[in-house]
């Protein structure tokens, strides 16, 4: 008896710490889109009123209109979509060769890889930038392009060639003796196998790549991504945050990565894990 | 399987490794070797482009400098209270939230969904929206507290302690979900069974946790500790988003004292003397993580 009152109280504590856990992670994300249907005139209340009595668009069209909000919305996806499909490319050939050769220059090669991570952004800044300036690449998107996926290396390289390890090299072989040379071993018998390890590589990189501030940031000044933008919004007097726009684009960023971890949940949790620390 | 290895390099000789390798290597050693190697020789040069284009090679003076500057010790401390404070509390409620993560019942799904949310979302939408949320009249935060306490007015960010507060609040939020799930990758790898057994010996919750759990997740905690200590050693969107390194430099991160004497005072020769700084404080806990890393495993 009193065994199964035990087990009520801890079902009932353990439910009582997932709805605390959910209101603190869910509440900020719910305020900004309660916020961002709002009209401007409510907004600047208080008390705050958590459901909207006059829910509108308005503060979506004004965004529209004052802000060029579909060219940086091109011009997030154009370089992440780029990023990633430079980045999977090279990767996969770089896994190939990192897991099916061995070579003392090869392993340190792999090492300096993962320990590049340790290099700071704010480090390389101004000698990257300086460089950047000399070969015209600054404020391009080829040069963005390549500092993206310069980004991605690190993870995709650890998830890839951790998996190709774990494929038994008889694969190889016995497409070696059918004669298959590099190129139709690394397309038809390499590739297919890798899949799932190049959406977990996609998946979790995709998210990297919409949460870079820093590279947008100081390397372009002409072409903003979403993540720059929502930090130049005109605010009315230059101190406080222009809530009615900011909460708008927020939702705009916010709203597609929340339906995209809802699809991919399972993968994304294994990514992280598999990732380890690297990540 | 060595032997396998041995068999296939002697068909295919290793230039061909290298040009797989090669578009990785070349890009990524170019944007981290370069600049580092750059940054180490500038920071034995004076280079204030404000003044004029020139260089003039000091020695150690910009090193010197850095202790003599109020603004960068200022930064240094902060970045220290941040790191600190914010680690201990990761530890501490990240492994909490990876023990309720990984309890079997209906709201598990529920639970693992909703963390990915902060780890998601990019850290300047977070941390703009957290600049509204901390504001005095018209924030969510102080609302939700006048709720409880009518007369509650305290506006955060206008002062240096309760903004370094607010700081370390919001990247809490961000990353104590995060590290839960990396705890939860190593709780995952402890068999059922043995909880079995302890509860059949009549192993109280606390004593399982203690002498099996807490052993068992010990090695992922500490490397965890390591790795997120040096990114909140390099953090700079958050303050970038939320207060702009204010008030009076009070919550100026190293990292954005660094982007400021870089590309605002372009005084480029002091700020790699900095960068340099940072640098060897992470080298210096990477190396504690390499030989904590070589004890465990002896």
């Not at chain 2, 023990?99 to 977070?126: C, D, E, Q, S, Y």
């Not at chain 2, 506006?155 to 939020?173: E, F, H, K, P, R």
């Not at chain 2, 200590?229 to 660094?258: E, Q």
């Amino acid at each position: 008896m009193s065994k199964k009152i035990n087990n009520y109280v801890n079902v009932i504590a353990l439910w009582v710490l997932t709805a605390a856990t959910g209101f603190v992670i869910i509440f900020p994300v719910f305020w900004i889109f309660i916020s961002s249907i709002t009209p401007s005139s409510e907004l600047f209340s208080s008390p705050i009123n958590y459901i909207t009595l006059h829910p509108t668009i308005e503060n979506y069209s004004t965004l529209l209109e004052t802000t060029k909000l579909l060219e940086k919305l091109f011009n997030t996806l154009f370089i992440t979509i780029c990023a990633l499909a430079v980045n999977t490319v090279i990767c996969v050939l770089a896994a190939y060769g990192f897991s099916r050769f061995q070579s003392k220059g090869l392993n340190i090669a792999y090492s300096l890889i993962l320990l590049s991570l340790m290099i700071p952004a704010v480090v390389k800044a101004r000698p990257l930038y300086e460089f950047f300036m000399n070969v015209r690449l600054l404020d391009t998107y080829p040069g963005l392009i390549i500092l993206y996926t310069s980004n991605l290396i690190p993870f995709a390289m650890v998830i890839l060639a951790n998996f190709l390890r774990s494929v038994p090299i008889s694969i190889d072989e016995s497409a070696e003796v059918d004669g298959a040379n590099l190129f139709h071993k690394i397309t038809m018998i390499i590739l297919p196998l890798v899949m799932p390890a190049i959406a977990t590589v996609l998946i979790i990189n995709f998210i990297s790549c919409t949460n870079d501030l820093f590279t947008p940031l100081i390397y372009a000044n002409k072409i903003q991504t979403l993540s720059v933008a929502i930090t130049t919004l005109p605010s009315v007097d230059g101190y406080s945050v222009p809530w009615e726009l900011v909460s708008a684009m927020g939702c705009v960023i916010i709203l597609p990565i929340i339906v995209f971890i809802c699809i991919f949940e399972q993968q994304i949790m294994d990514g992280i894990m598999a990732g380890g620390v690297k990540g | 399987m060595i032997n396998m290895l041995k068999a296939i390099r002697k068909k295919q000789k290793l230039w061909v490794a290298w040009l797989l390798v090669a578009p990785v290597i070349l890009i990524r050693g170019f944007t981290t070797l370069y600049p580092t190697v750059k940054i180490f020789v500038n920071s034995f040069y004076e280079i204030k482009l404000l003044k004029n284009p020139n260089r003039k090679f000091v020695g150690f003076r910009n090193y010197i400098n850095i202790f003599k500057d109020a603004k960068v010790l200022d930064s240094i401390e902060f970045t220290l209270i941040f790191t600190v404070s914010s680690v201990l509390f990761l530890v501490i409620i990240g492994t909490a939230f990876a023990l309720l993560l990984n309890v079997k019942f209906k709201g598990k799904k529920f639970l693992r969904t909703i963390a990915l949310i902060p780890w998601a979302l990019p850290m300047v939408v977070v941390g703009i929206a957290a600049k509204w949320s901390f504001n005095d009249t018209y924030g969510f935060i102080n609302d939700l507290i006048r709720r409880l306490l009518p007369n509650f007015h305290l506006d955060w960010l206008t002062s240096i302690n309760t903004a370094q507060i607010s700081v370390i609040l919001v990247d809490l939020w961000k990353n104590i979900p995060y590290f839960a799930i990396l705890v939860l990758a190593s709780l995952q790898f402890i068999s059922d069974d043995i909880y079995e057994a302890a509860k059949l010996d009549g192993a109280s919750h606390m004593q399982t946790f203690i002498s099996i759990t807490l052993p068992s997740i010990r090695k992922t905690i500490m490397l965890l500790i390591i790795f997120f200590s040096i990114w909140r050693l390099t953090s700079y969107d958050i303050v970038y988003a939320m207060t702009s390194g204010g008030p009076a430099n009070g919550t100026s991160l190293i990292a954005y004292r660094i982007m400021t004497e870089s590309f605002t005072n372009l005084n480029v020769g002091y700020a790699s003397a900095i960068s340099m700084v940072l640098f060897l404080c992470m080298a210096f806990l990477s190396i504690i993580n390499l030989i904590f890393i070589k004890k465990i495993d002896d």
